[in-house]
Structures are given as structure tokens and as C-alpha cells.
């Protein structure tokens, strides 16, 4: 079982950073895959970010590629999302979500996920 904790989210003007935060616990973690996903209310859950945790592969969403970076520190089990020149389109709940495997873009493919946390851009 792996728990996952969301935090960093927030309200903030279009062209802004933000760094999100997922921070992990359980068993067997140093084998998982993490990935960072979003949601609009009456739209689908969309890939956003995902890494594989034991060899560092990477994959990103068309539209954030060049923008937000996926990045992990083994030590803390901690995933972060660096989101950087925010768009008010990029409004959504971010997810953070757990598997074992390679990096998945699919939500299907992750059994774990956290609470989320709301991203809000203004323009």
C-alpha cells in the first residue's frame, strides 16, 4: 500500500511559478513510477508529468512540454512538479498517482493516488 500527500497548490497570475509537492509512503517505494495528472470539473483526469522512480524516465503532456518539469529526490520519496509560465487553461485539481512499472501516461494504469490539490491561474 502506498500512501500519497499532495501540497503546493495555489492561486496565482498567469505567467507565474508554482511547485507542487507529493510526498509518499509505503512499502517497496524505490520500485513505483509516479505520475502527476489533472482535472477540470466535466472533463476527463489528463496526463500532465510522469516518472519512472529506478531509471529516471521521463514523459510529459503536449501541453506543458517546455513548461513543467517532473523531477525526484529518492531520499525524501518525494515527486515534484515545477510548473513554470502558468496559463489561467492550466486551472485544474493536480493529482499525484502511484504504480509499479514503467512511467504510464494512462490514469487507468495507477492504482495509488493522492487527494489532489487546486491549481488556480488568474489572467
Known amino acids: 500500500q502506498v500512501q500519497l500527500v499532495e501540497s503546493g497548490g495555489g492561486l496565482v497570475q498567469a505567467g507565474d511559478s508554482l511547485r507542487l509537492s507529493c510526498a509518499a509512503s509505503?512499502?517497496?517505494?524505490?520500485?513505483?513510477?509516479m505520475g502527476w495528472f489533472r482535472q477540470t470539473p466535466g472533463k476527463e483526469r489528463e496526463f500532465v508529468a510522469a516518472?519512472?522512480?529506478?531509471?529516471?524516465?521521463?514523459a510529459y503532456g503536449d501541453s506543458v512540454k517546455g513548461r513543467f518539469t517532473i523531477s525526484r529526490d529518492g531520499a525524501k520519496h518525494t515527486v515534484y512538479l515545477q510548473m513554470n509560465s502558468l496559463k489561467p487553461e492550466d486551472t485544474a485539481v493536480y493529482y499525484c498517482a502511484a504504480d509499479t512499472g514503467r512511467c504510464s501516461v494512462l490514469a487507468s494504469t495507477y492504482r495509488y493516488w493522492g487527494q489532489g490539490t487546486q491549481v488556480t491561474v488568474s489572467s
Open positions: 516518472i519512472s522512480w529506478s531509471r529516471g524516465d521521463l
Open positions: 509505503g512499502r517497496h517505494f524505490s520500485y513505483y513510477a
